[in-house]
């Protein structure tokens, strides 16, 4: 099991991007959480095996969705600490 933390800037807050992210997880099977940023980015911490996690990135690019636009999504990745039981918005 890996963590990834996610940092997506566009469009992406105002939209409905944290409710969007958190149906990713679940359809991924990951666990974590998703915040909105002060300066108008959303955080994503997620953790699960690698291919999950993999499917999770791609979900939320929210490629061809009509109202969120992500512009950049940074993407590292680090040991996950099982700390989570769920996917939740902060």
Known sequence: MIRITAIARGEVQGVGYRYFVTGCARAAGVNGYVKNMPDGSVLM???GERAAL???VRMVKAEGDVVIRVDALAVTM???SGEFAGFGVK
């Open 45 to 47: 911490v997620a953790e």
């Open 54 to 56: 993999d499917a999770f």
């Open 78 to 80: 680090g040991e996950a």
